[in-house]
Nanobody, 122 residues
Framework: QVQLVESGGGLVQAGGSLTLSCAASGRIVSIYNMGWYRQAQGKERELVASITSDGSTNYAESMKGRFTISRDNAKNTVYLQMNSLKPEDTAVYYC????????????????WGQGTQVTVSS
């Protein structure tokens, strides 16, 4: 099994910054795409940013220039640096990783973290 554990959420004033981390652990062979999603109250979950194993990144339009996704493959960890935060960025942020794991057999599967709350006050 594989576990994703997020950290770094909290309360911040508009214009402030936060950095989220998500560490994967377990019987990991390889981690492919990793990403951050968010879900605001009453809304659907949406992609924030994603990053491939070789570092290619993709951002939702409204996050470009404010958010930066990165990863440390040696630590099986993905980060999300969030700057110039706005009240509309308030949401639960989830990380996702596409992982090849091995116990009895090999398994390729998408795993989700438990979510971390980010609240931006105006």
């Amino acid at each position: 099994q594989v576990q994703l554990v997020e950290s770094g959420g909290g309360l911040v004033q508009a214009g402030g910054s936060l950095t989220l981390s998500c560490a994967a652990s377990g019987r990991i062979v390889s981690i492919y795409n990793m990403g951050w999603y968010r879900q605001a109250q009453g809304k659907e979950r949406e992609l924030v940013a994603s990053i491939t194993s070789d570092g290619s990144t993709n951002y939702a339009e409204s996050m470009k220039g404010r958010f930066t996704i990165s990863r440390d493959n040696a630590k099986n960890t993905v980060y999300l640096q969030m700057n110039s935060l706005k009240p509309e960025d308030t949401a639960v942020y989830y990380c996702k990783a596409n992982v090849l794991s091995h116990s009895v057999t090999y398994q390729y599967k998408a795993y989700w973290g438990q979510g971390t709350q980010v609240t931006v006050s105006s």
